[in-house]
Protein backbone atom coordinates (compact mmCIF):
# COMPACT_ATOMS: atom_id res chain seq x y z
CA UNK A 1 0.00 0.00 0.00
CA UNK A 2 2.58 2.40 0.86
CA UNK A 3 4.72 1.51 -2.17
CA UNK A 4 1.37 2.15 -4.08
CA UNK A 5 0.61 5.54 -2.58
CA UNK A 6 4.47 6.56 -2.89
CA UNK A 7 4.97 5.63 -6.65
CA UNK A 8 2.61 7.80 -8.30
CA UNK A 9 4.24 11.35 -6.02
CA UNK A 10 7.24 10.43 -6.81
CA UNK A 11 6.85 10.09 -10.51
CA UNK A 12 4.70 13.37 -10.70
CA UNK A 13 7.56 15.23 -8.90
CA UNK A 14 10.77 13.47 -11.16
CA UNK A 15 9.09 14.52 -13.95
CA UNK A 16 8.63 17.96 -13.31
CA UNK A 17 11.60 18.60 -11.85
CA UNK A 18 14.13 15.72 -12.13
CA UNK A 19 14.92 14.71 -8.22
CA UNK A 20 12.96 14.17 -5.30
CA UNK A 21 12.63 15.91 -2.65
CA UNK A 22 12.17 13.47 0.24
CA UNK A 23 12.85 13.36 4.07
CA UNK A 24 14.61 10.73 5.60
CA UNK A 25 12.06 8.35 6.73
CA UNK A 26 10.76 8.27 2.88
CA UNK A 27 13.90 8.28 1.64
CA UNK A 28 15.57 5.27 3.68
CA UNK A 29 12.20 3.33 2.65
CA UNK A 30 11.80 4.36 -1.35
CA UNK A 31 15.87 3.20 -1.64
CA UNK A 32 14.97 -0.10 0.24
CA UNK A 33 11.74 -0.59 -1.83
CA UNK A 34 13.72 0.13 -5.02
CA UNK A 35 11.52 3.18 -6.54
CA UNK A 36 14.59 5.29 -6.24
CA UNK A 37 18.44 5.39 -6.21
CA UNK A 38 19.70 7.37 -3.67
CA UNK A 39 21.32 10.23 -6.15
CA UNK A 40 17.56 11.18 -7.54
CA UNK A 41 16.58 12.22 -4.38
CA UNK A 42 17.15 15.40 -2.38
CA UNK A 43 17.05 16.63 0.90
CA UNK A 44 14.45 19.05 1.84
CA UNK A 45 15.06 21.00 4.85
CA UNK A 46 14.09 19.63 8.00
CA UNK A 47 11.65 21.46 9.72
CA UNK A 48 9.35 22.20 6.23
CA UNK A 49 7.52 18.88 5.64
CA UNK A 50 4.23 21.02 6.72
CA UNK A 51 4.80 23.98 5.27
CA UNK A 52 2.33 24.03 2.61
CA UNK A 53 -0.12 22.83 5.38
CA UNK A 54 -3.41 24.06 5.90
CA UNK A 55 -4.21 24.71 9.31
CA UNK A 56 -7.35 25.99 11.23
CA UNK A 57 -8.02 26.14 14.63
CA UNK A 58 -11.24 25.44 15.86
CA UNK A 59 -14.00 25.15 18.83
CA UNK A 60 -14.01 22.12 20.29
CA UNK A 61 -17.60 22.17 21.16
CA UNK A 62 -19.14 23.37 17.74
CA UNK A 63 -16.48 22.47 15.74
CA UNK A 64 -16.68 25.80 14.30
CA UNK A 65 -13.78 27.64 12.68
CA UNK A 66 -11.89 30.21 14.99
CA UNK A 67 -8.95 31.21 12.60
CA UNK A 68 -7.11 29.81 10.09
CA UNK A 69 -3.02 29.91 10.80
CA UNK A 70 -0.10 30.25 8.90
CA UNK A 71 2.33 27.69 8.70
CA UNK A 72 4.49 29.35 11.60
CA UNK A 73 2.01 28.69 13.83
CA UNK A 74 3.60 25.20 14.20
CA UNK A 75 6.23 26.81 16.10
CA UNK A 76 3.85 27.30 19.21
CA UNK A 77 4.81 24.99 22.06
CA UNK A 78 1.92 21.70 22.21
CA UNK A 79 1.35 23.34 25.76
CA UNK A 80 -0.45 25.78 23.94
CA UNK A 81 -3.49 23.17 23.71
CA UNK A 82 -3.46 22.64 27.36
CA UNK A 83 -3.98 26.84 27.31
CA UNK A 84 -6.55 26.55 25.60
CA UNK A 85 -8.22 23.69 26.30
CA UNK A 86 -11.73 24.58 24.27
CA UNK A 87 -10.03 24.33 20.83
CA UNK A 88 -8.59 21.93 18.73
CA UNK A 89 -6.34 22.35 15.95
CA UNK A 90 -6.96 20.93 12.70
CA UNK A 91 -4.46 20.08 9.83
CA UNK A 92 -4.36 19.32 6.33
CA UNK A 93 -0.95 18.23 4.39
CA UNK A 94 0.06 16.33 1.31
CA UNK A 95 2.28 14.39 3.07
CA UNK A 96 -0.36 12.84 5.00
CA UNK A 97 -2.33 12.52 2.08
CA UNK A 98 0.72 10.14 0.43
CA UNK A 99 0.35 7.96 3.12
CA UNK A 100 -3.40 7.69 3.16
CA UNK A 101 -4.17 9.71 6.39
CA UNK A 102 -7.03 12.47 5.98
CA UNK A 103 -6.42 15.09 8.32
CA UNK A 104 -4.95 15.06 11.66
CA UNK A 105 -6.52 17.03 14.41
CA UNK A 106 -4.80 17.72 17.79
CA UNK A 107 -6.33 18.61 21.38
CA UNK A 108 -5.98 18.55 24.87
CA UNK A 109 -8.59 15.61 25.83
CA UNK A 110 -10.89 17.44 28.76
CA UNK A 111 -11.04 14.65 31.11
CA UNK A 112 -7.12 12.73 31.50
CA UNK A 113 -5.56 15.98 30.13
CA UNK A 114 -3.43 14.04 27.55
CA UNK A 115 -2.68 15.38 24.33
CA UNK A 116 -4.61 13.45 21.55
CA UNK A 117 -4.33 12.66 17.92
CA UNK A 118 -7.77 12.06 15.81
CA UNK A 119 -7.92 10.98 11.87
CA UNK A 120 -8.98 8.86 9.09
CA UNK A 121 -7.41 6.51 8.02
CA UNK A 122 -7.56 4.66 4.33
CA UNK A 123 -7.22 0.94 5.50
CA UNK A 124 -8.93 -1.75 4.08
CA UNK A 125 -11.69 -3.17 6.76
CA UNK A 126 -9.54 -6.74 6.28
CA UNK A 127 -6.74 -4.84 8.19
CA UNK A 128 -7.86 -4.75 11.64
CA UNK A 129 -5.91 -7.02 13.67
CA UNK A 130 -2.98 -5.51 11.64
CA UNK A 131 -3.40 -1.39 12.55
CA UNK A 132 -4.41 -3.17 16.32
CA UNK A 133 -0.67 -5.19 16.80
CA UNK A 134 0.87 -2.03 15.53
CA UNK A 135 -0.66 0.30 17.69
CA UNK A 136 -0.44 -1.98 21.20
CA UNK A 137 2.93 -2.97 20.59
CA UNK A 138 3.90 0.80 19.40
CA UNK A 139 1.59 2.64 22.58
CA UNK A 140 3.09 2.35 26.23
CA UNK A 141 -0.88 2.07 27.49
CA UNK A 142 -2.83 -0.56 25.32
CA UNK A 143 -6.09 0.97 26.08
CA UNK A 144 -4.75 4.87 24.90
CA UNK A 145 -6.47 4.48 21.35
CA UNK A 146 -9.42 3.98 19.48
CA UNK A 147 -10.26 2.52 16.32
CA UNK A 148 -13.52 1.73 14.70
CA UNK A 149 -13.95 1.17 11.00
CA UNK A 150 -16.55 3.92 9.24
CA UNK A 151 -18.26 1.92 6.29
CA UNK A 152 -19.38 4.86 4.90
CA UNK A 153 -16.59 6.84 4.31
CA UNK A 154 -14.38 3.14 3.71
CA UNK A 155 -12.22 4.95 6.34
CA UNK A 156 -10.52 3.67 9.84
CA UNK A 157 -11.21 6.24 12.19
CA UNK A 158 -8.31 6.68 14.67
CA UNK A 159 -7.47 8.53 18.17
CA UNK A 160 -4.50 8.10 20.22
CA UNK A 161 -2.97 9.67 22.85
CA UNK A 162 0.29 10.85 21.95
CA UNK A 163 1.45 10.82 25.74
CA UNK A 164 1.57 7.19 25.16
CA UNK A 165 4.47 7.54 22.37
CA UNK A 166 7.68 6.82 23.99
CA UNK A 167 9.31 10.10 21.68
CA UNK A 168 7.44 12.24 22.86
CA UNK A 169 8.33 14.99 25.06
CA UNK A 170 5.58 17.78 26.60
CA UNK A 171 8.20 20.33 25.30
CA UNK A 172 7.39 19.74 22.11
CA UNK A 173 6.40 22.21 19.13
CA UNK A 174 3.44 21.46 17.51
CA UNK A 175 5.71 21.31 13.95
CA UNK A 176 7.58 18.12 16.26
CA UNK A 177 4.14 16.66 17.63
CA UNK A 178 2.81 17.23 13.67
CA UNK A 179 6.03 15.14 12.78
CA UNK A 180 6.15 12.30 15.72
CA UNK A 181 2.45 11.52 14.66
CA UNK A 182 3.57 11.48 10.65
CA UNK A 183 6.54 9.21 11.25
CA UNK A 184 3.94 7.41 13.77
CA UNK A 185 1.64 6.72 11.18
CA UNK A 186 4.62 5.93 7.81
CA UNK A 187 5.63 3.06 10.41
CA UNK A 188 2.35 1.73 11.16
CA UNK A 189 1.00 1.29 7.25
CA UNK A 190 4.67 0.24 6.59
CA UNK A 191 3.92 -2.48 9.12
CA UNK A 192 0.42 -3.26 7.67
CA UNK A 193 2.53 -3.73 4.32
CA UNK A 194 4.87 -6.27 5.68
CA UNK A 195 2.84 -8.13 7.97
Known amino acids: MLQKRLKPFI ?3 KESEGT ?8 EYVVKQGLLDVDEITSPDKDSRFQDAYIERCDKETEELISEEAVTFLGQPLSYLREHKKEFIYLE ?32 KKYR ?14 SSFD ?21 FKEEYSMLEAYELIYEFLFRLIQNVDEA
Open 147 to 167: LLFNGEDGLWDLNFTLNELPE
Open 20 to 27: VPLFDLEK
Open 93 to 124: SEWFEVIGVEAVSLEVDDVFGTYDAMLGLRLQ
Open 11 to 13: EEI
Open 129 to 142: SQIERYLEESLEVE
